[in-house]
């Protein structure tokens, strides 16, 4: 193997890498992977980290799984890929039925994919294609402050973070914003409640008692991830879907970021009984493997796309590797795991040991906020919580407090200033106790030696 110094010079000079400021980079030392096991990673000089966001959010039984190892194998010795365009292949099939049997009922009919914002892509224009053959011109969509669904141009038009989407903004197809309801309650209310939420869903009704031009309402499952872990009102999402059902709007909900157990639920709509028109999966289907995602609908969708060959209503969308065998076959694996191990049921205590834990951070001088859903988790950093004052942007508090975790032993990747937890689900008490105390320490020396 190369040495780690010229994998260093080689990744600084050839590798551009995603949500990432390329000139910072290269004058940093970083982090450079080469094994996994369970929760841990390890670097190329052989040092060890808990991988305390499952590598963005999308492992779930921890890396390198006998198991899904295994079905990796067995289908590689089979074959690779093979096309979904016109033709099909077995794990696709089975995964296919798998999904529709654990999701909410009415969704029936499973679209693959490669990444979370093409699931949601393909959401959307599937609803606004559902409209156009049903004979009715509907464009519009709406989507609240703080969303996001993806880097696509199309998951971007729905996106509401200025941050990431602003600079497009010429580029994209209107879109309708909400406030973000978390942000929006607390500058109201004070707290999430009852009554902000029925004023949310008082706004959105007005928008859709107003236009009769909207395709769907777009919106993730019951957490603005991305946004840094801002939590929607209980009861929030089924409200919209109440909303959507009487105004005859089609609802998408982004579960990229929720799904597959993340929530403590296998899908978060299940929480609040919500079977949604379009939900989009990515990030943990494959347990963190492979790239694959799908957006599940129902038969009145499908059906809308129905008809002979010369009518032309079919979706004119694909990928070279749509439903490909190897992703589909992991995925597989990855679902039968939640069974054979019970995760979901072993999570449950975790959901509340990291709540109990969690409470101790309100104690640190500069920690603003502590947010949850599930085993999703931020912690706000702010310079001065009585005066709500952020620490300045370019002063990049939460990369620092992440890069002093890992003389603990903790890898971390925080969203501006919110340190987020998205711990593997497989992780054990005293693992945890590590990152969070990891964190805590970090976030200490900020006390310290101000920055
Ligand atoms: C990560 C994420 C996406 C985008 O998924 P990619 O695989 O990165 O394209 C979309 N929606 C939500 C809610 C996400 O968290």
Request: aromatic share 12%; glycine share 8%.
């Amino acid at each position: 193997m190369l040495s780690p110094e010229v994998l260093e010079k080689w990744d600084k000079e050839y590798f551009w890498h995603p949500f990432t400021q390329m000139k910072v980079y290269r004058e940093e030392e970083n982090l450079i992977f080469e094994k996994g096991e369970g929760v841990y990673l390890y670097d190329i000089y052989g040092r060890k980290f808990i991988d305390a966001i499952s590598s963005l959010w999308c492992n779930v039984h921890g890396h390198n799984h006998p198991k899904l190892n295994r079905a990796l194998i067995e289908q590689l010795q089979k074959v690779a890929h093979t096309t979904t365009l016109g033709s099909s292949n077995v794990p696709a099939i089975l995964l296919a039925k798998r999904l529709v049997d654990i999701s909410p009922p009415g969704l029936t009919k499973v679209f693959y994919s490669e990444d979370g914002a093409e699931a949601v892509e393909i959401a959307i224009k599937m609803a606004y294609h559902y409209w156009r053959n049903r004979g009715e011109k509907r464009r519009v969509f709406v989507s609240f402050r703080e969303a996001y669904h993806g880097d696509t141009v199309g998951a971007v038009s729905v996106g509401g973070i200025d941050l990431f989407h602003g600079t497009y903004r010429d580029l994209l197809f209107e879109t309708i914003f909400l406030p973000s309801p978390y942000l929006f309650c607390k500058e109201r209310y004070g707290r999430l409640c009852d009554e902000c939420k029925e004023e949310l869903l008082g706004m959105l009704e007005d928008v859709l008692r107003r236009r009769d031009d909207v395709v769907a309402v777009v919106l993730e499952a019951g957490i603005q991830a991305a946004a840094g872990m801002l939590p929607f009102p209980k009861g929030f999402l089924k409200g919209v879907r109440e909303l959507t059902k009487r105004y005859g709007v089609l609802m998408i909900v982004d579960e990229v970021a929720t799904g597959f157990g993340r929530t403590g639920s296998m899908f978060y709509c299940q929480q609040e009984d919500v079977s949604p028109d379009f939900m989009c999966l990515g990030k943990g289907i494959t347990g963190g493997y492979l790239p694959l995602a799908a957006t599940l609908t129902t038969d009145e969708v499908f059906n809308a796309f129905l008809g002979e060959f010369g009518e032309k209503k079919h979706f004119y969308h694909g990928h070279t590797y749509t439903g490909n065998n190897l992703a589909c076959a992991v995925a597989l694996a990855n679902l039968e795991i939640f069974e054979e191990e019970r995760t979901l049921e072993k999570l449950q205590p975790k959901i509340e040991y990291l709540r109990e834990r969690l409470q101790s951070m309100w104690e640190l001088r500069h920690v603003g906020d502590v947010r949850q859903l599930g085993f999703m988790a931020g912690i706000e950093l702010v310079k001065d919580r009585d005066k709500g004052e952020p620490f300045p942007y370019g002063d990049r508090v939460g990369f620092k407090v992440a890069y002093r975790c890992r003389e603990k032993g903790v890898f971390l990747r925080p969203l501006g200033d919110v340190m987020v937890l998205m711990m593997p689900l497989i992780i054990k008490e005293e693992e945890m106790d590590q990152v969070i105390d990891a964190l805590i320490w970090s976030i200490r020396e900020l006390e310290k030696q101000p920055l």
